[in-house]
């Protein structure tokens, strides 16, 4: 009989051992899913499907709301014209970035004239002057808006951080033309003061005088009682509503200051209690502002009087061959109790008016 090689038994043992061990076996190293980083739109932008198309756009404000009045495309991007269904009288524009789903509004609830695209993400636009907020109708603006950054927000280390920056350029207006400023209805036009007594700011003129390129008026309360004073103060003060004329054969130029007077109150006004504490002069009451001549003549002006017409007071003018353009300013001096307007003129001017 053989034997068997005491070694052979050792072997098979340590076989037995190793095939009862708990230890799993190596796995095999895998790397796990790198999830997709999200898209500029889904991270950062309403717009879900890029690029933007004009369906997209549609949709996305008709979810919040607007209407969408004009869609004009500029180099895949879009200028969108967009406002309140419940009121077609004022709209806002709108740049959206196609690629990436940015949007930026470029302007407040406007009621625009024209407008159109100037560059990349920049626009110029023209407005009548009607507030949106305020039922009054001011100075028609011209206006050039842009966009800062690129399409991703990105601003550049030397620009200031804003989404949009804006430049306003005076607006002149032709003195032969007739201009209100004022109560406006956005239905009806002008709202003369004799159709709204209920709530008309009854006016005094504190001071008229002739400037070097123009006229220059301020104004404080009607102190004839104290419901007309303190109509006022309704919110803030303002100007009263105004009206120009213009008569080319004898060039007079009329400028009318409705609900206006020329002196009110009376002596030892109960008004006057209280007036130092407004930024008014004590004793204001009885104040007067006399009618007739304004003074000597300008390079634009000749002949200028002041006096009352009726509820109003009315300035005539006799414009000279100078006086090609004007604009209005507005201001307020006394901590906002006295507020204040000049009439500006220029000449005419090549570089603005043409060479024609």
């Not at 500029?74 to 970035?97: I, K, M, T």
């Not at 110029?124 to 966009?147: C, F, Q």
């Not at 009087?305 to 009726?310: C, P, S």
């Amino acid at each position: 009989m053989k034997r068997i090689p005491l070694w052979i038994p050792a072997l098979l043992l340590a076989l037995t051992l190793a095939g009862c061990s708990t230890d799993p076996p190596p796995q095999a190293q895998t790397s796990a899913p790198v999830p997709e980083s999200p898209t500029p739109a889904a991270a950062n932008y309403d717009f879900q499907v890029l690029p933007v198309t004009e369906e997209g756009i549609n949709t996305l404000y008709g979810w919040e709301g607007y209407q969408v009045r004009n869609l004009t495309p500029y180099e895949g991007d879009f200028l969108v014209e967009y406002g309140d269904q419940s009121d077609p009288n004022f709209s806002l524009l709108a740049w959206v970035f196609s690629q990436t789903g940015r949007r930026v509004q470029l302007t407040a609830m406007e009621h625009f004239q024209s407008y159109e695209i100037t560059g990349p993400a920049q626009v110029h636009y023209r407005t009548d002057g009607v507030s949106a907020i305020t039922p009054n109708k001011g100075l028609p603006e011209d206006m050039t808006v842009w966009v800062l950054g690129d399409e991703d927000g990105r601003i550049d280390p030397d620009q200031s951080w804003s989404a949009v920056q804006s430049f306003q350029e005076t607006t002149w207006l032709d003195p032969a033309e007739p201009f209100y400023a004022g109560a406006w209805d956005t239905s009806g036009g002008p709202v003369y003061p004799e159709q709204r007594q209920d709530r008309a700011r009854h006016e005094q003129v504190y001071d008229a005088r002739i400037d070097a390129d123009g006229l220059s008026f301020s104004f404080i309360p009607n102190g004839d009682s104290e419901e007309l004073f303190e109509g006022f103060f309704p919110a803030v003060t303002s100007v009263p509503s105004i009206q120009t004329e213009f008569d080319p054969g004898s060039r007079v130029f009329t400028l009318r200051l409705f609900d206006t007077c020329l002196e009110s109150g009376a002596a030892s006004a109960a008004l006057n209690k209280n007036l130092e504490g407004m930024r008014y002069p004590p004793d204001l009451y009885p104040y007067s502002f006399p009618a007739g001549s304004l003074g000597r003549d300008s390079h634009f002006l000749q002949d200028v009087t002041i006096a009352e017409d009726g509820e109003d007071v009315v300035v005539t003018a006799v414009l000279t061959e100078h006086a090609y353009r004007f604009t209005v300013e507005s201001s307020n001096l006394g901590f906002d109790n006295i507020p204040s307007f000049r009439i500006v003129f220029r000449e005419q001017n090549p570089d603005i008016d043409g060479w024609d």
